[in-house]
Structures are given as C-alpha cells and as structure tokens.
Antibody
C-alpha cells in the first residue's frame, strides 16, 4: 500500500520552531516530488511547500524565509522545518505526493497522509 | 497568485440528484491544470479529477470535470450518501499552487 505518515506536530510558542516529518512507504520515494499542505481549523487548504527529485524547493510568499522543506531519500522521509512560528501557522499539516503525471514540482497531489496538528500559542 | 472562487458555498441536495459545483479562476489556468478534491470530516483530501477532466484512479464515472481557461465545473450524478462532503478545486498551472475556499455538499 502507498502510505504517508506525518509526525512531529505539537504546541509551539509564537516565534518558536517545530520540525515535521513524513515517512513514505509503498512507492519509490526518490523519484517523486513531494509537498506539504496545511489546513487551518474549519477552513480551506493552503499549499506550504514543494520539493523536487533534484532537491529544488518551492514556497508561497506566506512562509518563504521561515519554512524549509527537505528530504532524505535513503530514509524515504520528507521534512518541514518551521521557524519564527505565528498564530496563523496553526493547523493540520499534510504530507502529499506530487503526481508523477505532471512534469515539474508544481502539480496536483495524488496521495495524502492523515496529517499532524500544529498549534502555535503562548 | 491565482485566486480560485468556488460557488456555491453550500449546496443542499438529496441522494439521487445531480450536483454541479463551480470553480472560477482570477486568471487563465495554464494547460487547464485544475484538480478537484473531496474531503470528509477528520480525513485527508482525496484526489477526484486532474487536468480539469481526467478522473483519478478508482474514481467512479459519476464524477466528471469540465471547463477551461477560467471556468471549471465538477458534476456528480446520482448522489450517494458518501458523496456528501467538502469539495475543493486547486490550480497547479502557475506557482504558487492555490486552492479554492471549498463547497460544502450537504444532504437536504
């Protein structure tokens, strides 16, 4: 089975840091682009970052300079380092696979994890 | 960035009826790179449609996508109880990837 499992969520103070992890299984992790997508409680989805097979990275303006996406192909794992956290970063963070049907990292997502919850509060 | 506006915000229908959901983009979506996702409470989103009209693996043909440029539609025929959920559109033709705010499909 193709699976993604996130971990590392929790409570952080404003200005603090957290590192999320995503363990992939059931597919060739190294040959797939990967993404993080978040969802604020009761609201919609927001793309947070993407990383290609060549380790090229992409971010929206809302997190650029604060968040860093990375991958370890030997461990089939994806990471999201989140620094200088704000209350608006609170939400459920999903790890997702970029579709191999699209050339390039900017793609739709065909496999999603169940998410890990991040709460930023003092 | 491309802003996606979904309508209606909430759609109340009965099982067996047909649902039509709209997604309008603030500018043309390159290559019609428009996807639709279904999300149920407490679950992750599930890919339904990509490339505006291609069904994802395992998605029944009751779900169909259409449209091009700035106007896209998701149609669900013969609604079943499991279809009542949130639906989001997403464009991936231009960075940053953006999502619509969602349409809630409720049982009438």
């Amino acid at each position: 089975d193709v699976q993604l499992e996130e971990s590392g969520g929790g409570l952080a103070q404003p200005g603090g840091s957290l590192r999320l992890s995503c363990a992939a299984s059931g597919f060739s992790f190294s040959t797939n682009d990967m993404h993080w997508v978040r969802q604020v409680a009761g609201k919609g989805l927001e793309w947070v970052s993407g990383i290609g097979t060549a380790y090229d990275t992409y971010y929206p303006a809302s997190v650029e300079g604060r968040f860093t996406i990375s991958r370890d192909n030997a461990k089939s794992s994806l990471y999201l380092q989140m620094n200088n956290l704000r209350a608006g970063d609170t939400g459920v963070y999903y790890c997702a696979r970029g579709s191999p049907l699209v050339r390039g990292v900017i793609s739709h997502m065909d496999v999603w994890g169940q998410g890990t919850t991040v709460t930023v509060s003092s | 960035e491309i802003v996606l506006t979904q309508s209606p915000g909430t759609l109340s229908l009965s099982p067996g009826e047909r649902a039509t959901l709209s997604c309008r983009a603030s500018q043309s979506v390159n290559r019609n790179y428009l996807a639709w996702y279904q999300q149920k409470p407490g679950q992750a989103p599930r890919l339904l449609i990509h490339g505006a009209s291609s069904r994802a693996t395992g998605i029944p043909d009751r779900f169909s996508g259409s449209g091009s440029g700035t106007d896209f539609t998701l149609a669900i025929s013969r609604l079943e109880p499991g279809d009542f959920a949130m639906y989001y559109c997403q464009q991936y033709g231009t960075s940053p990837i953006t999502f619509g705010q969602g349409t809630r499909l409720d049982i009438k």
